[in-house]
């Protein structure tokens, strides 16, 4: 049954993709799109749900191009069915914009998250797709310097996922690493200092010194700390990394 066989190369695909085995998840996924399009037909809900499947692997990969191709597919067969789910209108247009700002296409993405941000901002029972959303905008207004609009998304975003998911959870170190980088970026560095901090502080509270994560966390505070020419501090970060 080409139906059965959709959901199960779709399912194992994702598994493998999660994992990152990215050839695997590939032939799987294709395989998912290929008995969908069989089963449901190529301008279907579910034709249009294995594309994004494609379009995770895709971006995943690097290949932003391609992604965002198989994003626009998916929206276009969503928008065009006779009940189309807003939730998943939003979702895909935002996939879109992720695609685009990885292109260097910034307006083009801004533009998109700020046609579905009315929608997804009051949709309380999707709010971490706004999370989504805001995160997004912070990073897009941020390349074009933008810095004023880029902070105010970056602390909507903390304020948000504690909100939703309490104080010091992990998500919190990467949303003060966006505002560092914004502050940063505006040349604000004792406050970037501050923001990066928090980051270091909520990721060695989950995780070893000796995971990537941290080793991020410790490098954006040791380089900030240069610029403000704090040079032994930036040195004491440094060396309690190559300690562990």
Known sequence: DPAVQADLYGALGTVYLSVGELDEAGKLLHLALARANTAFGIRSEEAADAKMYLQTLEYARGHYAKAEGLARDALSITEHLSKPEPVKVARYSVAVASDLIEQGRNREGLALLQQTASFQQNDRQHQDFWLENLNLQAVAFRRLHQYREAEARARSLIQLDRRLHGRFEFQD?????????????????????????????????????????VAEGCLLLAADLVEEGKFGEADSVSRSLRAD
């Open 173 to 213: 170190a990467n949303d003060f690493e966006l505002l560092g980088k914004t502050q940063q970026a505006h040349l604000r560095f004792s406050e970037a200092e501050e923001s990066f901090r928090q980051a270091v502080s909520v990721l060695r509270a989950w995780r070893p010194d000796s995971d990537p994560a």
